[in-house]
Nanobody, 127 residues
């Protein structure tokens, strides 16, 4: 069983920055893809960004492209989400997730493709 622990959320003004971290631990950790989703009040959980563990290839939702950057530290089994130029509409609970099987490109943005999830961290952007 893989455990994922997110950190780094908080309250920030519009235009500000935050960096989220997600540390993976457990008896075995073997992830092909690790990513971030977010869920705003009253909305479905939505894809934000993901990264392929071996190649480092990244994918982003159109709403965050150019403002958010996902990266990973293989030695620490940790993925990061650098969020810049934050907007009030970025307010949500952010969840880290992993996929233990190889995902074709068409599946990396689907919530159902991911096997393990963290507990979430709140990000609030004030206007």
């Amino acid at each position: 069983q893989v455990q994922l622990v997110e950190s780094g959320g908080g309250l920030v003004q519009a235009g500000g920055s935050l960096r989220l971290s997600c540390a993976a631990s457990g008896r075995t950790f073997n992830s092909y893809t690790m990513g971030w989703f977010r869920q705003a009040p009253g909305k479905e959980r939505a894809f934000v960004a993901t990264i392929r563990w071996s190649s480092g290839r990244t994918y982003y939702a159109d709403s965050v492209k150019g403002r958010f950057t996902i990266s990973r530290d293989n030695a620490k089994n940790t993925v990061y989400l650098q969020m810049d130029s934050l907007k009030p509409e970025d307010t949500a609970v952010y969840y880290c997730a992993t996929a233990k099987t190889p995902l074709p490109d068409v599946l990396v943005r689907l919530r159902s493709s991911y096997d393990s999830w963290g507990q979430g961290t709140q990000v609030t952007v004030s206007s």
